[in-house]
């Protein structure tokens, strides 16, 4: 039986175009999601789903990178109508119990968290599948395999699927129509060293195409794997040659910011596009997650 299409499900985040993903798989028995973006965009994602006659009662499977709220929010929306929600073994108690993650993003987030994230419900532990590397989810014709690619955070799985490559937020943030790849790097989990691993991880695999949440899908497979490494190279430069002598706190999220959208501007991103890449991927978050990562990896880091 050849498999069904790929639809990319665009949720319009904060209101912009092609910023987070939802990929619909439909199969016999209803279909399947990779990623279902925040509770702030279950009505979007319902109205994406009625585009193709189906209901959240139609989704029997959620696939989710990680519980980052952007990729895993709405969850427990699914899981409400009936859905099994696949996620790494490791990120699994926190959709169970969100209060934690939803205690660690409004620290970071403060007012803005239901503008940005809306409601994010529990998912019953009997609707959650807890994932482990090389696993393979088997529903009806679609036959994924997950893969432990951690870097962007611990609990972090790509899938695989007939060659395409289902990469969350460890194979970087790429625009349509754009040649540029841009690391998101928020805290508290980023780790340079662990996404250089699973970089090779991604080399080694059988990809045709990279679909990543933010956003959409690409067929250039080879360039871009070289360009998520030289983005890595550049993180790994700037990094410590900046922490070396940083500027004060007060100017550092500015610092990063500047840096970040001059790489873009050299890869030929303008303003228009920046906006998406800025909303997909705050600047400030880098600056946030990169202290965060010097303070507890930059010994070794700047040794490697």
């Known amino acids: 039986m050849p498999l069904p299409p790929v639809h990319t499900l665009d949720l319009h985040f904060q209101d912009v175009p092609g910023t987070i993903a939802s990929y619909l798989l439909p199969h ?21 789903l009625a585009k193709y006659d189906l209901t959240p009662e139609d989704v029997t499977d959620v696939l ?5 709220l952007d990729h895993a929010g709405a969850a427990g929306h699914l899981a409400r109508h009936g859905a099994t929600v696949h996620v790494h073994h490791v990120g699994a108690p ?19 968290m239901d503008r940005l994230w809306g409601t994010t419900h529990p998912v019953p532990a009997d609707q959650i599948h807890e994932l482990h590397d090389g696993d393979v989810i088997e529903i009806g014709p679609l036959s994924f395999t997950a893969l432990d690619t951690p870097g962007h955070a611990y609990h972090h799985m790509t899938y695989l699927l007939d060659g395409i490559c289902f990469t969350g937020d460890v194979g970087g943030v790429r625009m349509q129509g754009t040649g540029h790849v841009m690391l ?22 059988d990809i045709d195409r990279f679909a990543p949440t933010h956003f959409g899908l690409f067929a250039d497979v080879d360039w871009h794997l070289e360009a998520l490494e030289r983005a890595l190279d550049r993180t790994e430069q700037w990094t410590a040659s ?3 002598d940083p500027p004060p706190e007060v100017l550092f999220k500015t610092h990063v910011s500047a840096w970040q959208r001059d790489l873009a501007r050299a890869d030929g991103v303008d303003a228009a ?20 990562y010097w303070k507890k990896h930059g010994a070794d880091a700047a040794t490697t």
């Open 242 to 244: 900046t922490m070396e």
């Open 64 to 68: 989710v990178t990680h519980i980052h």
């Open 94 to 112: 926190h959709l169970a119990d969100p209060t934690k993650l939803l205690n660690s993003a409004e620290r970071i987030y403060g007012d803005a």
């Open 184 to 205: 998101p790097l928020p805290p508290p989990e980023i780790h340079l060293g662990l996404w250089r691993e699973s970089l090779t991880t991604l080399r080694q695999a």
């Open 273 to 292: 596009t920046w906006n998406r890449y800025e909303t997909a991927n705050p600047p400030w978050m880098a600056a946030a997650g990169l202290k965060r």
């Open 28 to 48: 016999p028995s209803g279909a399947v999601l990779v990623e279902c973006g925040p509770g702030s965009t279950f009505d979007v994602l319902t109205r994406c």
